[in-house]
Antibody, heavy 119, light 107 residues
Framework: EVQLVQSGAEVKKPGESLKISCKGIGYSFTSYWIGWVRQMPGKGPEWMGIIYPGDSDTRYSPSFQGQVTISADKSISTAYLQWSSLKASDSGMYYC????????????WGRGSLVTVSS | DIQMTQSPSSVSASVGDRVTITCRASQGISSWLAWYQQKPGKAPKLLIYAASTLQSGVPSRFSGSGSGTDFTLTISSLQPEDFATYYCQQANSVPLTFGGGTKVEIK
């Protein structure tokens, strides 16, 4: 089955670092861009950035540039989203999603990783 | 950034009703628009892309139309499994942006 498997929920304190993961299964991981999307409770999704695992070419939304780092390890078909110093405002649901072959649409989504940052 | 504005923010409807949701872009995006369905506790699901192309496996009661700045998603005959929140997303330029959502509720 084609799927994106995300790491589990995390509870962290402000200032801590975090790296969440997204493993692609059942398709050629290096042939599709993987995006990261944040969704706050009751709000629309927000596009954070995207990476091409084939060569690690990465693009960021200006809103998230410098706040997070997107990376990938193609040898294990896994993409990552990481923070070096979390803030309470980073709390939310984070989805990875596969960019379609057609254009900047997302045709396959992970189940999401819930990040809670609280002192 | 291109702003995506959906209306209404919520709609109450009955099974069998025809439901229309509107999405407006702050600037022209040709047909670079997608619609997603999201149910509580689940990830969004792609329904329509390129404004009017149905994603594989999506029921034909869903349809999309529009180009430029104004788009619509229509559910021709609402089914129980269609009660969810719907989002539009522009794919014209980065940063990609989504609308604020339209919640379709049971009347």
């Amino acid at each position: 089955e084609v799927q994106l498997v995300q790491s589990g929920a995390e509870v962290k304190k402000p200032g801590e670092s975090l790296k969440i993961s997204c493993k692609g299964i059942g398709y050629s991981f290096t042939s599709y861009w993987i995006g990261w999307v944040r969704q706050m409770p009751g709000k629309g999704p927000e596009w954070m950035g995207i990476i091409y695992p084939g060569d690690s070419d990465t693009r960021y939304s200006p809103s998230f540039q410098g706040q997070v780092t997107i990376s990938a390890d193609k040898s294990i078909s896994t993409a990552y989203l990481q923070w070096s110093s979390l803030k309470a405002s980073d709390s939310g649901m984070y989805y990875c999603a596969r960019r379609s072959a057609v254009a900047e649409y997302f045709d396959l989504w992970g189940r999401g990783s819930l990040v809670t940052v609280s002192s | 950034d291109i702003q995506m504005t959906q209306s209404p923010s919520s709609v109450s409807a009955s099974v069998g009703d025809r439901v229309t949701i509107t999405c407006r872009a702050s600037q022209g995006i040709s047909s670079w628009l997608a619609w997603y369905q999201q149910k509580p506790g689940k990830a969004p699901k792609l329904l329509i892309y390129a404004a009017s192309t149905l994603q594989s496996g999506v029921p034909s009661r869903f349809s999309g139309s529009g180009s430029g700045t104004d788009f619509t998603l229509t559910i021709s005959s609402l089914q129980p499994e269609d009660f969810a929140t719907y989002y539009c997303q522009q794919a014209n330029s980065v940063p990609l942006t989504f609308g604020g959502g339209t919640k379709v509720e049971i009347k």
